[in-house]
């Protein structure tokens, strides 16, 4: 059974940083595209941070140059690194992973899901 486990959301004032954390099990961690994604309420949820099987990485146009996906294979984890949080980036945060042989940047290749983790920047 695939079991995704996020950690490191919380409370942190604007400017500031954040790191999460996603455990994976029950699933071969280096055959899988993680992502990050992310819904505000009212909102739709949305990929904020990708990266394939191999490594490859991708960010949302909002988060470039202040979020950094990356993945430790030998931990089965992956992290987002989130730096420079704005007002707009309170939302809750999912882990989601992709077998590697779906399009890693297409939401309907990620079949599996945290449970998520808050996030909440305040002024």
């Known amino acids: 059974q695939v079991q995704l486990v996020e950690s490191g959301g919380g409370l942190v004032q604007a400017g500031g940083s954040l790191r999460l954390s996603c455990a994976a099990s029950?699933?071969?961690?280096?055959?899988?595209?993680m992502g990050w994604y992310h819904q505000a309420p009212g909102k739709e949820r949305e990929l904020v941070a990708a990266?394939?099987?191999?490594?490859?990485?991708y960010c949302s146009d909002s988060v470039k140059g202040r979020f950094t996906i990356s993945r430790d294979n030998a931990k089965s984890t992956v992290f987002l690194q989130m730096n420079s949080l704005k007002l707009e980036d309170t939302a809750v945060y999912y882990c989601?992973?992709?077998?590697?042989?779906?399009?890693?940047?297409?939401?309907?290749?990620?079949?599996?899901w945290g449970q998520g983790t808050q996030v909440t920047v305040s002024s």
């Open positions: 989601a992973a992709a077998p590697a042989f779906k399009s890693w940047l297409r939401s309907a290749s990620y079949t599996n």
């Open positions: 029950g699933l071969t961690f280096g055959s899988y595209a």
């Open positions: 990266i394939s099987s191999r490594g490859s990485t």
